[in-house]
């Protein structure tokens, strides 16, 4: 495989970042939750939201634009620093004002919007196209692998241990020794070290481009409009990339704002549920990232789409009914089989059909629809109703019809999937910035 020794540097560097960063974004939302504050929380993410309506075009721009290399190195350090300031704010004062961890949250979900699109077309850059398949679902791996042991620390750290023990996968395992539960900025200061540790990683990625890029001269208006047009002339892949993203929608909302929610209101659980119910879905992620590709290697990707959806839609509906820490620990781990899975034969199907030319930003048009549905759905969630007593289970409920829903337009667009054949016309190339 060529330009094997870059891919696996950027492996590790996402590898280390995304431990500590999922630790914080574990530990947001219960530390919200467990001030009584999930309506405030709710009503936070809409404002990310609505920051990322304006901010991910222009992500799009950014990572068609200019070298992805030094994308990176430029998030990582700006964002790095600000959560170390955030951090260092808080050893200063002893603690951490709400509206600090909020702006960390901010933070780090607009970097999201550009990691992940970044990510993608980097690693579509460097890779060779049959290997496609093979990478997005390494890809998958590392990330949830990181998230295992980021449940895992967030279990420690959140809650510390009482008499030596911890909650690893809902059972409680004696370490000999207590951990005193940290603070939130203890855990930011954590999460900016691996920023820095990893733009130290990235600095060491040499690599030879597979795929011819050109220079787009004109306005952020002008290239975002390129994007555009190659998905008003390929209407199709338009309409696969919203539908399919259906799953991804429901997950964010439920990771970053139901479960904690669901566990402390309708489980009565404390917050070593909720760390211990992100490991089940990463373990489930894991095994997605392993095996989905041999698990429908027989069919196509459009009804691979299909029925890992449906899958998604039901295990909604089981969640609304139950009222079972063990059958959620299950749900969680077949979230993680079915999201994992709906990514990984998705991002295959959009590497095959999308020149890399313009993956930024159709990347950041398809993520405007997951913004607005996420707006949409945290606005309603955020109300009154959904926090009062065990109201949250209804919210399982309407995502449940959601996406029945989108299956539904799926289902009926399926042969339109098929052989899909991309027009667009690049431009003479010019150097790289």
Sequence with gaps: MKNLKAIILLFLANSISGVAQGISMIAIPWYFVSMDEMSTFGWMYVI???ISLFWMPYCGTLIDRF?????????TSIVGSLIIAVAALGYYLGHLPWYMVALVFIITFCNYNIHYPNLYAFMQEITEEKYYGEVTSYI???G?????LAGAGAAMLLEGTQDGLINI?????????????WEIHEIFALDAITYMLSFFIILLISYVPLVSRTIEKGSVITQLKVGYQFLIDN???????????SVFVAVLITTFFIAATYVKSHLHEAGDVYAASEMYYAVGAIFAGVAIRRLFNRTTIPMAIIILSTLTAILFAVLFVSKSVVIFYGML?????????????RVTYLFSHIPNQVYGRTSSIFFLTNISLRILFLSLFSIAFFQTGNNIIYAFAIVSVFLFITVFILVKNYAS???????????EPEQLV
């Design 48 to 50: 990310s939201s609505i």
């Design 67 to 75: 070298n992805r290399k030094k994308i990176f190195l430029a998030v």
């Design 140 to 142: 998958e791996i590392q």
């Design 144 to 148: 949830q692998v990181t998230a295992v």
């Design 169 to 181: 996968f809902g059972f409680k395992l004696n370490l000999g020794f207590n951990i005193t539960a």
């Design 235 to 245: 209407t199709r892949i338009f309409l696969f990339g919203v539908a399919s993203y």
């Design 333 to 345: 781990l077949l979230l993680g089989i079915t999201n994992a899975g709906t990514r990984i034969m």
């Design 417 to 427: 999937f098929l052989d899909m054949k991309p027009k667009f016309n690049v431009q």
